[in-house]
């Protein structure tokens, strides 16, 4: 079963268009970000707790964020995402973590007929997949998040030129 969702998981990441993504015009003007870390976490990663792992993470792209030139405040206008989602190996890859990164800004937007206030993502950067052995998780993971917070400095500051 595991393998089955594990294929599914790889399929929906890379197998995607990159929707929402329409180049760094949709990022200019913004003064800050409300930068985020998601983690689907699988209980059965042993040795971590999702609450230090998704601290540890969060903090470590904030900082990137920060050390780039980009504002990051709790903004309620936009979001951005870095979602992990984690899976524990089994079988021959006991020991590992299989893990998936998004990389998404949101804005709030309203519908053109009702009005209504919804969350929009104007700007995806692709996913991608990984694996890493459980003893090395808390590294990976804050080593990806500050590899994800230039990747979206690059953009933003594109868009935003000092």
Same mark, same amino acid.
């Given at each position: 079963?595991?393998?089955? @969702? ?20 949709v !990022?200019?003007g913004?003064e800050?970000?409300?930068?985020r870390?998601? !983690?689907?976490?699988?209980?059965? &990663?042993?040795?971590y ?5 998704? +601290?540890?993470?969060? @903090?470590a ?9 980009i504002? +990051?405040? #709790? ?6 995402w870095?979602t992990?989602? !984690?899976m524990?190996?089994?079988?021959d890859?006991?020991?590992?973590? &299989?893990?998936?990164? #998004? ?5 709030r937007?309203?519908t053109?007929?009702?009005? @209504?206030?919804v969350?929009?993502?104007?700007? +995806?950067?692709?996913?991608? +997949? ?9 590294? @990976?993971?804050?080593s ?8 979206f ?10």
């Amino acid at each position: 079963m595991r393998h089955w @969702t594990l294929l599914s998981l790889m399929f929906l990441v890379l197998a995607r268009p990159a929707f929402g993504q329409t180049g760094t015009d949709v !990022l200019v003007g913004w003064e800050s970000v409300d930068a985020r870390v998601l !983690l689907d976490w699988d209980d059965d &990663i042993e040795g971590y707790d999702d609450e230090t792992l998704q +601290v540890r993470a969060e @903090t470590a792209f904030q900082r990137e964020l920060r050390s780039a030139g980009i504002p +990051v405040s #709790d903004s309620p206008m936009n979001f951005l995402w870095l979602t992990y989602n !984690l899976m524990a190996g089994t079988g021959d890859q006991a020991g590992l973590v &299989i893990y998936s990164i #998004d990389l998404e800004f949101s804005e709030r937007a309203a519908t053109e007929h009702s009005g @209504t206030t919804v969350w929009a993502k104007t700007w +995806v950067e692709p996913g991608s +997949v990984g694996t890493v052995g459980q003893n090395n998780l808390l590294d @990976t993971l804050e080593s990806d998040s500050r590899s994800a917070a230039q990747s979206f400095a690059n953009a933003w500051l594109a868009a935003n030129p000092r």
